[in-house]
């Protein structure tokens, strides 16, 4: 509310109050680590300075990716296997990191606190499976890749 003083100028009735941060999910950042790590989208979600790098680097190594004839043999498509793994591994960090460890850093001004059951247990086990399967996987296209590449597999029968 403004009010109108002698001198013509206004003036505020309320006191200026500074904004609380708003409360970040413990659950939410380690979803977002373990589904969309590989755009670094847990980074946008905790407000992190250079979130647009992982993203940017992501999209230009799927976008290189197109131009081989085959998108799973070709370096740049390799080359997501960095952040697909530095997404999971941030995912089980933020799922087993302690509630009030995560507040302390995350959420200092936010004036809630954090209750996690078991939710955050669940999903460092399916990260845990899902990160086995598609680390190990590209591990093996990796290999395969190089291998052909440098003639290493010429007159292999399976």
Known sequence: MQTQTQSGFAVSSKASVPAAKPH?????????????????????????????????????????AQLYPSWWENPPFLM?????????????????????????????????????????????????LLSGIVVTGGISIAVIYVYTSMGWLNGLVL
């Open 24 to 64: 970040r999910s413990k659950l939410a950042v380690a979803w977002l680590a373990c589904l969309l790590g590989i755009f670094g989208a847990q980074w946008w979600y905790l407000g992190r300075r250079r979130a647009w790098m992982v993203t940017a680097f992501s999209c230009f190594m799927i976008v290189l």
């Open 80 to 128: 997501l296997l960095i952040p697909i793994t530095a997404g999971f591994t941030e995912a089980l960090i933020f799922a087993l990191k302690p509630d009030d460890q995560f507040d302390l850093k995350y959420n200092p001004a936010s004036g809630r606190v954090t209750k996690t059951g078991w939710g955050p247990v669940i999903l460092a086990i399916f990260t845990t």
